[in-house]
């Protein structure tokens, strides 16, 4: 029974919500949608102007979606909610698709840049999305500014667009032949080389140290024979261990490597997607 009444209150709210933004869906190229009233209407109305412009400008569909939680859409996972949102709600630019929506999920704090279409794909990188994102975007997101970190992600549309149209699209920064230096190979025998030259130095420096002192036969030559008197005096040798421990720092297992060019799911999209 319980099943049967989440499905049914699925159903409803999807069909109250396709009559409150029917024109959201009607070929809407720019559009602001905010259930969560967080925005207020003057924002809202400025938002949808910036994001028109750009679309008009070169013909996407630009969108900012703030829903107060996916799960209401029976969605847990963020880019497969705005994959689902683009299908219903917000279809792109009309006869190709071409889109880009900034959503937000407020129950869990998820965001997801989405873009559809060959022209945004190849605009937007995998670099270039997680760099607009989490260097311009993020910092207002987590101070609650959402009308700055919207109004900063939709002037930053324009100049990822023309660098693409001039032929050097914002991705994985080109290295100089200085940059790249040798080959692995070189590298490591330079390594090598380099390492065993500094340990042989460190052995002569402490082989000088110790050139005057000599190895004592037994731990008696250690004691002074005035302070403790040894009853037995045998050396008996126990065992040695040792221990190791592997450190691994926040910044090298989160940090993320780009290849260059745009990761497209079978949705004919591409994302850049986590939490504020």
């Given at each position: 029974?319980?099943?049967?009444?989440?499905?049914?209150?699925?159903?409803?709210?999807?069909?109250?919500?396709?009559?409150?933004?029917?024109?959201?869906?009607?070929?809407?190229?720019?559009?602001?949608?905010?259930?969560?009233?967080?925005?207020?209407?003057?924002?809202?109305?400025?938002?949808?102007?910036?994001?028109?412009?750009?679309?008009?400008?070169?013909?996407?569909?630009?969108?900012?979606?703030?829903?107060?939680d996916?799960?209401?859409?029976?969605?847990?996972?963020?880019?497969?909610?705005?994959?689902?949102?683009?299908?219903?709600?917000?279809?792109?630019?009309?006869?190709?698709?071409?889109?880009v929506?900034?959503c937000?999920?407020?129950?869990?704090?998820?965001?997801?840049?989405?873009?559809?279409?060959?022209?945004?794909?190849?605009?937007?990188?995998?670099?270039?999305?997680?760099?607009l994102?989490?260097?311009?975007?993020?910092?207002?997101?987590?101070?609650?500014?959402?009308?700055?970190?919207?109004?900063?992600?939709?002037?930053?549309?324009?100049?990822?667009?023309?660098?693409?149209?001039?032929?050097?699209?914002?991705?994985?920064?080109?290295?100089?032949?200085?940059?790249?230096?040798?080959?692995?190979?070189?590298?490591?025998?330079?390594?090598?080389?380099?390492?065993?030259?500094?340990?042989?130095?460190?052995?002569?420096?402490?082989?000088?140290?110790?050139?005057?002192?000599?190895?004592?036969?037994?731990?008696?030559?250690y004691?002074?024979?005035?302070?403790?008197?040894?009853?037995?005096?045998?050396?008996?040798?126990?065992?040695?261990?040792?221990?190791?421990?592997?450190?691994?720092?926040?910044?090298?297992?989160?940090?993320?490597?780009?290849?260059?060019?745009?990761?497209?799911?079978?949705?004919?999209?591409?994302?850049?997607?986590?939490?504020?």
């Amino acid at each position: 029974m319980d099943n049967v009444q989440k499905q049914i209150k699925k159903l409803l709210l999807l069909f109250l919500l396709s009559l409150s933004v029917f024109s959201f869906a009607s070929a809407q190229v720019a559009e602001v949608y905010d259930e969560t009233g967080m925005l207020t209407a003057e924002q809202v109305e400025s938002l949808k102007q910036m994001a028109l412009e750009v679309s008009e400008s070169y013909q996407l569909g630009v969108y900012i979606t703030i829903v107060r939680d996916m799960q209401e859409y029976g969605y847990s996972n963020i880019e497969d909610f705005t994959e689902f949102w683009y299908d219903n709600y917000a279809p792109g630019w009309e006869g190709t698709g071409e889109a880009v929506n900034f959503c937000l999920s407020m129950a869990d704090r998820s965001y997801d840049f989405f873009v559809h279409g060959d022209m945004c794909n190849a605009a937007f990188t995998d670099y270039g999305k997680d760099t607009l994102i989490h260097d311009y975007v993020l910092h207002y997101l987590s101070q609650d500014d959402y009308y700055r970190g919207f109004e900063i992600f939709i002037k930053h549309l324009s100049r990822y667009i023309e660098n693409w149209m001039e032929g050097n699209p914002i991705d994985v920064p080109a290295r100089s032949s200085e940059e790249e230096g040798p080959h692995p190979a070189s590298d490591g025998a330079v390594g090598l080389i380099t390492s065993i030259l500094i340990a042989l130095g460190n052995l002569k420096k402490h082989k000088r140290a110790l050139s005057n002192i000599r190895k004592a036969t037994n731990a008696n030559n250690y004691v002074l024979a005035s302070q403790i008197v040894f009853n037995v005096r045998t050396d008996t040798y126990m065992r040695s261990s040792t221990h190791t421990e592997r450190i691994v720092t926040e910044s090298s297992s989160s940090s993320r490597s780009y290849h260059g060019g745009t990761t497209i799911t079978s949705h004919g999209s591409s994302h850049s997607s986590g939490h504020f």
